[in-house]
Each structure stands twice: as structure tokens, then as C-alpha cells.
């Protein structure tokens, strides 16, 4: 990571949509943001996000998870769909190629959080929230559960 910089960090965190991000905006449904820079892989955030992304992959261990990575993401080539991704590594649903995705991703965000202490923080200390319904909101949607 020692190629990486806080700022590319926090960039790649957001492209992805992590909760570990400091700028985490809660989007529910919603594509990823570097689907959009992809679209025009001429783009400075297209070719900055693939930048990263190839870094990063050398964190990943598992060869399927890198190949699941690398090909959702665009690394190498354009983006394979769910389906031709799925059927590729033997995989029975486009859900099961989501799965692995986003739990490298999250993966790969914890990391580069812990490496540049971007680790989440509660809104308020623990002795201040109304009740621990508001507690616990905050930290699931922080990511601290």
C-alpha cells in the first residue's frame, strides 16, 4: 500500500460506496459510483479508480476473488456481467457472484481503513444517545457491527 495515498484511498472507498469512507452518503439500491467512471474509461476518475483497483489486487489472496474483482471492476478488460462471471467460475447464480464481490470489497475497504486509521467513529460517546435504539443505528450503519 506503500503506492497508495490517503486521498486515492478515500476516492477508491467512495467509488465502491464503503461505509468506511469519511464520506459515507447512505445509498440504498443504488449502483456504485465507479460504474459511472467506467462508462468512459478515458475519464481521469475511470483510469485513477482502475489505478487503485490494480494496486489493491495484490492484497487479495484468493484467486477467485481476484478474478471476481477484476472482472467486475474492469481491471484488465470491460466489466463481465454477473452471469457470464457466474457460469465462468462455476458459480450456480448471478447472487452468488454479488456475494463474493462485495465481501472482497469490503474486505479490501477494512484494510485500507485500518492502514490509513479512516476506521468509522459513532456519532456521539456511548453515554449520550437518547436510547439504544438511536445507539445501535448509528453504529449498524456506520459499519461497526
Not at 469512507?21 to 476518475?45: G, V
Not at 478488460?77 to 463474493?100: A, F, H, M, P, Q
Not at 470489497?105 to 436510547?131: I, N, T, W
Request: net charge positive; hydrophobic share 35%; aromatic share 12%.
Amino acid at each position: 500500500m506503500n503506492t497508495l495515498s490517503k486521498e486515492d484511498a478515500i476516492f477508491f472507498l467512495d467509488a465502491i460506496g464503503s461505509t468506511y469512507s469519511p464520506n459515507t452518503t447512505y445509498r440504498f439500491n443504488k449502483r456504485s459510483p465507479y460504474m459511472e467512471y467506467l462508462k468512459d474509461r478515458n475519464s481521469e476518475q475511470c483510469r485513477r479508480f482502475l489505478r487503485v483497483g490494480e494496486v489493491l489486487l495484490v492484497l487479495v489472496k484468493n484467486e477467485r476473488k481476484a478474478i471476481v474483482l477484476e472482472s467486475r471492476w474492469g481491471i484488465y478488460e470491460d466489466i463481465i456481467t454477473l452471469e457470464d462471471l457466474g457460469v465462468r467460475l462455476g458459480l450456480k447464480s448471478n447472487e452468488s457472484v454479488r456475494y463474493l464481490q462485495k465481501k472482497c470489497e469490503r474486505e479490501l475497504a477494512k484494510q485500507l481503513a485500518g492502514h490509513f486509521d479512516l476506521l468509522p467513529k459513532p456519532k456521539k460517546k456511548a453515554s449520550e444517545y437518547v436510547d439504544k435504539k438511536e445507539l445501535d443505528e448509528d453504529w449498524y450503519c456506520r459499519g461497526l457491527y
